[in-house]
């Protein structure tokens, strides 16, 4: 049996951020990985936005992970050179009675720290976007767009700089986990078992499953995983708009809304729709739902600008129905195994998060 300090399973953003942390920290550090890549999980499947930190509950982890990392984000793209832009946000209330919803956010993000949201009348929003057609408006200057392979590409150079190590073709099959210590069995073209003082369990939508299959006191507090797929359609030539475009949020996601790359193209999603397994179909017939929710606040869009793009999934602690879960990061304080760590539902806002939950995660294990 190979013996190791800190094991991260999963080479995300998330996964990467935190092995960034521990290998700074002086730690040894293996990152596992199921793929024969980095990055090719959920992490290369969202909308690439920085967020501001409007939608979440005060107090909770989604929001206050959400603040920090957007800080720590800009700053690190800054300093590392990763490929990012600061375009803002709108949200829109398409018509009067979605105002006071307007009204809620503002309130909410203000309470998050949130401290630059600015209201929009009708004719503000016509002057700074004059295709929109909307009630009113939150505009917010902190939202950004960032290169997330870029992102990850430079997480990974950090841990590796620092000795950490990236074992791609390695997936996690299961293992235990008392207070001995965790010892992980692993798979992949030369199958093995390694123990780790500390091992973090960043496997996304496989993070659930993870969480039984190590078995030990912490796999009674496994969350069941429930999967919403989120699809995207791009837009046939340039858009009108030069800032993020989104509706009032509904329930499961912030609706259908607009994101544009760095290249300037527009793509609008994610939608929700809840399946029993991860699949990343894309069904062109989806397309029509899309343009009514997009006209909603966009009547000019033209038949057949919309085609497939690709698919998302989230990686939901809830079923369908039930309020929006927090980020749970399930400690030793929470299950009593010294060195474990399981992040589990780190869905949106998780991109923005990575390096305040990576932060976090390297000062408990």
């Given at each position: 049996?190979?013996?190791?300090?800190?094991?991260?399973?999963?080479?995300?953003?998330?996964g990467?951020?935190?092995?960034?942390?521990?290998?700074?920290?002086?730690?040894?550090?293996i990152v596992?990985?199921r793929?024969?890549?980095?990055g090719?999980?959920?992490?290369a499947?969202?909308?690439?936005?920085?967020?501001?930190?409007?939608?979440?509950p005060?107090?909770?982890?989604?929001?206050?992970?959400?603040?920090?990392?957007r800080k720590?984000?800009?700053?690190y793209c800054a300093?590392?050179?990763i490929?990012?832009?600061r375009?803002?946000k709108?949200?829109?209330a398409?018509?009067?009675?979605?105002?006071?919803a307007?009204?809620a956010?503002?309130?909410?993000a203000?309470a998050n720290?949130?401290?630059?949201?600015?209201?929009?009348?009708?004719?503000?929003?016509?002057?700074?976007?004059?295709?929109?057609?909307?009630?009113?408006a939150?505009f917010?200057?902190?939202?950004?767009i960032?290169?997330?392979?870029g992102?990850?590409?430079?997480?990974?150079?950090?841990a590796?700089?620092?000795?950490?190590?990236?074992?791609?073709?390695?997936?996690?099959?299961?293992?235990?986990?008392?207070?001995?210590?965790?010892?992980?069995?692993?798979?992949g073209s030369a199958?093995?078992q390694?123990?780790?003082?500390?091992?973090?369990?960043?496997?996304?939508?496989d993070?659930?499953?993870l969480?039984?299959?190590?078995?030990?006191?912490?796999?009674?507090?496994?969350?069941?995983?429930?999967?919403?797929r989120?699809v995207?359609?791009?837009?046939?030539?340039?858009?009108?708009?030069?800032?993020?475009?989104y509706?009032?949020?509904?329930?499961?996601?912030?609706?259908?809304?607009?994101?544009?790359?760095?290249g300037?193209?527009?793509?609008?999603g994610?939608?929700v729709?809840?399946?029993?397994?991860?699949?990343y179909?894309?069904?062109s017939?989806?397309?029509?739902?899309?343009?009514?929710?997009?006209r909603?606040?966009?009547p000019?869009?033209?038949?057949g600008?919309?085609?497939?793009?690709y698919?998302?999934?989230r990686?939901?602690?809830?079923?369908?129905?039930?309020a929006?879960?927090d980020?749970?990061?399930?400690?030793?304080?929470?299950?009593g195994?010294?060195?474990?760590?399981?992040?589990?539902?780190?869905?949106?806002?998780?991109?923005?998060?990575?390096?305040a939950i990576?932060?976090?995660?390297?000062?408990?294990?």
């Open positions: 049996m190979e013996h190791v300090d800190a094991v991260v399973i999963g080479a995300g953003v998330v990467l951020a935190c092995a960034k942390f521990l290998a700074e920290s002086g730690r040894e550090v596992l990985e793929e024969t890549a980095f090719t999980g959920i992490s499947r969202n909308s690439e936005v920085i967020h501001a930190g409007l939608y979440y005060p107090g909770s982890l989604k929001a206050t992970l959400c603040v920090a990392g720590a984000l800009y700053a300093e590392r050179g490929a990012h832009r375009l803002g709108l949200v829109v398409s018509r009067a009675p979605q105002l006071p307007l009204e956010i503002a309130a909410r203000r720290g949130v401290d630059d949201l600015r209201p929009l009348g009708a004719a503000d929003v016509r002057t700074l976007e004059p295709e929109l057609d909307a009630a009113g939150l917010s200057p902190s939202t950004g960032v290169d997330s392979h992102l990850m590409q430079a997480l990974l150079a950090d590796e700089r620092k000795g950490a190590v990236l074992a791609l073709a390695s997936p996690v099959r299961g293992g235990r986990a008392d207070r001995a210590g965790i010892v992980l069995d692993v798979g199958p093995m390694l123990r780790a003082r500390c091992v973090i369990n960043a496997a996304g939508l993070a659930p499953r969480g039984h299959a190590l078995a030990g006191p912490a796999a009674l507090r496994a969350p069941q995983a429930f999967y919403a989120g995207y359609f791009s837009l046939v030539g340039r858009a009108p708009f030069s800032h993020l475009i509706p009032v949020p509904e329930a499961g996601g912030l609706g259908v809304h607009l994101t544009l790359d760095l300037g193209q527009a793509r609008f994610p939608d729709e809840w399946i029993e397994q991860p699949d179909q894309v069904d017939a989806r397309a029509e739902r899309f343009y009514a929710a997009i909603s606040w966009w000019g869009l033209a038949d600008r919309l085609q497939p793009a698919a998302g999934v990686p939901k602690i809830v079923g369908p129905g039930e929006d879960a980020f749970r990061i399930d400690g030793p304080s929470a299950h195994v010294p060195g474990l760590v399981h992040l589990y539902g780190i869905e949106s806002p998780g991109l923005t998060a990575a390096l990576g932060a976090r995660v390297a000062a408990i294990c």
